[in-house]
């Protein structure tokens, strides 16, 4: 039995295993992917205090990784399922996919968020065929070609400036006048002569034969449709938490974590940390700090129960 299981591996799991294991827990990570979670789709990031220069996402979250690894942490492979507390010996049992379950005295659910869909005809259909979610991952097979990015927050600004690397021109297609992103990001999309902002619109369908050849554009206020030829479709119109496996009980109508001022949800020993807790600003800098934070309750709350 572990003191305590912290589901996901991203800023907001790996701090908490740093913060968990110099403060003496035994430990174990569960990670149904690779560590470093969505930062490793994030070409730089310029925000992560510490680094003068702007830091590729891959090389701050392999340095996260290495440093829980350096002083102990483990990681595991594996999709947690459900977590079950036996309320007299205060243990949580938790169901991985492989039909394992694995024994902890507190939890700290760590599980970040995925893309949001835009769900529109052939967005399923293109994806990997011209419909994509990560530009670092993606961006290199559109040199010389045009693409559309889709959203008006952070993310679509940052990747369609990352976009116009390889692409020959990148549309920006907005449902509103105004973006939703950073002033300075603002100003760099404005500045870039590669990209062309779309406002007031939204893209109805995505079409083609094996790739993606048109996207159908219609423009809010006049209802006018309109074809755009192009090769790719960046869409970034937001992320949901990936809460799915958890019970109803502790989600809020958003389906995220709802939690107390100490992280803590509404079951006493499981903690939840970064993008898919309640009022999260999806920073890697606040995900490192709940981690952190989760990580001391944690250790707090196993005190308490002796
Ligand atoms: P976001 O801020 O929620 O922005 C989503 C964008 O997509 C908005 O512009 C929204 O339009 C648009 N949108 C949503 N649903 C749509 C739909 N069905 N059709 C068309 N457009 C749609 O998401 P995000 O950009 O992924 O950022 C998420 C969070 O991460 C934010 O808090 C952001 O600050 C943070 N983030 C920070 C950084 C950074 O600090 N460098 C980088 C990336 C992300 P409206 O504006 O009209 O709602």
Same mark, same amino acid.
């Given at each position: 039995?572990k003191?305590l299981?912290?589901i996901?591996a991203?800023p907001?799991?790996l $701090?908490?295993?740093?913060?968990?294991i110099?403060?003496g827990l035994?430990?174990?990570?569960?990670?149904? @992917? +690779?560590?470093?979670g969505q930062v490793?789709n994030?070409h730089? *990031?310029?925000n992560?205090?510490? @680094?003068?220069?702007p *830091? =590729?996402?891959?090389?701050?979250? &392999?340095a996260?990784e290495n440093? %829980?690894r350096?002083?102990g942490?483990?990681?595991?492979?594996?999709?947690a399922g459900?977590?079950?507390?036996?309320k007299?010996k205060?243990v949580f +049992?938790?169901s /991985?996919?492989?039909g394992? $379950?694995?024994i %902890?005295? &507190? *939890?700290i659910?760590?599980c970040? &968020?995925a893309n949001?869909k835009?769900?529109?005809?052939? #967005?399923? #259909? !293109?994806?990997?065929?011209?419909v +994509?979610?990560?530009?670092?991952?993606d961006?290199a !097979? @559109? =040199?010389?070609k045009?693409?559309?990015v889709?959203g008006?927050?952070?993310t679509?600004l940052?990747e369609?400036?990352f976009?116009?690397?390889f692409?020959s021109?990148?549309y920006?297609v907005h449902r509103?006048?105004e973006f939703r992103?950073? =002033?300075i /990001?603002?100003?760099?999309?404005?500045?870039n002569?590669?990209i062309?902002?779309?406002?007031?619109?939204?893209?109805?369908s995505?079409?083609?034969k094996?790739k993606v050849?048109k996207a159908?554009l219609?423009?809010k $206020?006049?209802n006018?449709?309109k074809?755009l030829?192009?090769?790719g479709? !960046?869409?970034?119109v937001?992320? $949901?938490p990936n809460?799915? !496996?958890?019970?109803e009980?502790?989600?809020n109508?958003?389906k995220?974590v709802i939690?107390d001022?100490?992280l803590q949800? =509404?079951?006493?020993?499981? @903690?939840?940390?970064?993008d898919?807790?309640?009022? &999260?600003k999806?920073q890697i800098?606040? %995900?490192?700090a709940?981690g952190?934070?989760?990580?001391?309750n944690?250790?707090?709350?196993l005190?308490e129960?002796?």
């Amino acid at each position: 039995m572990k003191d305590l299981i912290i589901i996901g591996a991203g800023p907001a799991g790996l $701090s908490a295993a740093i913060y968990g294991i110099r403060a003496g827990l035994d430990l174990l990570m569960i990670e149904r @992917f +690779s560590p470093g979670g969505q930062v490793m789709n994030t070409h730089e *990031v310029e925000n992560y205090p510490g @680094f003068v220069d702007p *830091v =590729k996402g891959w090389e701050l979250m &392999s340095a996260m990784e290495n440093q %829980a690894r350096r002083l102990g942490a483990e990681i595991i492979n594996g999709e947690a399922g459900a977590i079950i507390k036996d309320k007299e010996k205060n243990v949580f +049992s938790i169901s /991985l996919s492989n039909g394992k $379950s694995l024994i %902890a005295r &507190s *939890v700290i659910l760590a599980c970040g &968020s995925a893309n949001q869909k835009l769900n529109i005809p052939g #967005e399923q #259909e !293109f994806t990997g065929k011209g419909v +994509s979610y990560c530009a670092t991952c993606d961006g290199a !097979f @559109f =040199k010389d070609k045009v693409t559309a990015v889709i959203g008006g927050g952070n993310t679509a600004l940052e990747e369609a400036l990352f976009l116009t690397r390889f692409a020959s021109k990148v549309y920006l297609v907005h449902r509103r006048y105004e973006f939703r992103g950073e =002033k300075i /990001l603002q100003q760099r999309i404005l500045a870039n002569n590669k990209i062309e902002p779309i406002y007031d619109t939204i893209i109805t369908s995505i079409e083609g034969k094996e790739k993606v050849t048109k996207a159908i554009l219609k423009n809010k $206020s006049t209802n006018e449709k309109k074809d755009l030829l192009l090769d790719g479709v !960046f869409i970034f119109v937001g992320y $949901s938490p990936n809460t799915a !496996f958890l019970p109803e009980e502790l989600l809020n109508t958003r389906k995220e974590v709802i939690i107390d001022k100490n992280l803590q949800t =509404k079951i006493h020993g499981i @903690f939840a940390a970064g993008d898919m807790r309640e009022n &999260s600003k999806r920073q890697i800098v606040m %995900a490192a700090a709940d981690g952190a934070t989760a990580a001391m309750n944690a250790y707090d709350y196993l005190q308490e129960m002796g």
